[in-house]
T-cell receptor, first 117, second 112 residues
Framework: GAVVSQHPSRVICKSGTSVKIECRSLDFQATTMFWYRQFPKQSLMLMATSNEGSKATYEQGVEKDKFLINHASLTLSTLTVTSAHPEDSSFYIC?????????????FGPGTRLTVL | GQQLNQSPQSMFIQEGEDVSMNCTSSSIFNTWLWYKQDPGEGPVLLIALYKAGELTSNGRLTAQFGITRKDSFLNISASIPSDVGIYFCAGPGSGTASKLTFGTGTRLQVTL
């Protein structure tokens, strides 16, 4: 149980285009989903927290107009990188919390590798 | 903000050896989590610790929640090749449930 999927697993795009990444909780309802970014050989950095039906909360230094997050249902959150640039190339990982377990238990997706040319 | 520093940064060990790594914080944590990340994958939860002094095992893995609440240790006994990966400690931020701060990571390489 507690499986989280991401799609696509990797994407290559041209500079200036927008890319959408989906995060789904497959066998549970996620009251909260999180988006992280991980640069090579670095740790995971939290970008934003999203709750179903409400606006996402962004961490300091993360541009909310560039990284659009939509959490339309209890099983789906999307991250759209708008007007992507090479410096946005990174590994994007989502996680989800079921809510009925200790609130600090997060289940992570397999990640999406974004390469912006 | 809160910082979690892990040591060692990386380690190369031989198959069968025991491994020990730790995580220290600049502030008190009420929960410590240990994750493993394989290359190109998301982190997988290994062990969760909820009480100061707690010692918890998961197979060959053992983790302890430090008495001061500012550190935690992870030990792996009799390492095998599939133990290769990056090990992260993590803990929830103060005041807000669920938001996690991740440590700097320990990269483990196992040689035959």
């Amino acid at each position: 149980g507690a499986v989280v999927s991401q799609h696509p697993s990797r994407v290559i795009c041209k500079s200036g285009t927008s890319v959408k990444i989906e995060c789904r909780s497959l066998d549970f309802q996620a009251t909260t989903m999180f988006w992280y970014r991980q640069f090579p050989k670095q740790s995971l950095m939290l970008m934003a927290t999203s709750n179903e039906g409400s606006k996402a909360t962004y961490e300091q230094g993360v541009e909310k107009d560039k990284f659009l997050i939509n959490h339309a249902s209890l099983t789906l959150s999307t991250l759209t990188v708008t007007s992507a640039h090479p410096e946005d190339s990174s590994f994007y990982i989502c996680s989800a919390t079921p809510g009925q377990v200790p609130t600090d238990t997060q289940y992570f997706g397999p990640g999406t590798r974004l390469t912006v040319l | 903000g809160q910082q979690l520093n892990q040591s060692p940064q990386s380690m190369f060990i031989q198959e069968g050896e025991d491994v020990s790594m730790n995580c220290t914080s600049s502030s008190i944590f009420n929960t410590w989590l240990w994750y493993k990340q394989d290359p190109g994958e998301g982190p997988v939860l290994l062990i969760a610790l909820y009480k100061a002094g707690e010692l918890t095992s998961n197979g060959r893995l053992t983790a302890q929640f430090g008495i001061t609440r500012k550190d935690s240790f992870l030990n792996i006994s009799a390492s095998i090749p599939s133990d290769v990966g990056i090990y992260f400690c993590a803990g929830p931020g103060s005041g807000t449930a669920s938001k996690l701060t991740f440590g700097t990571g320990t990269r483990l390489q196992v040689t035959l």
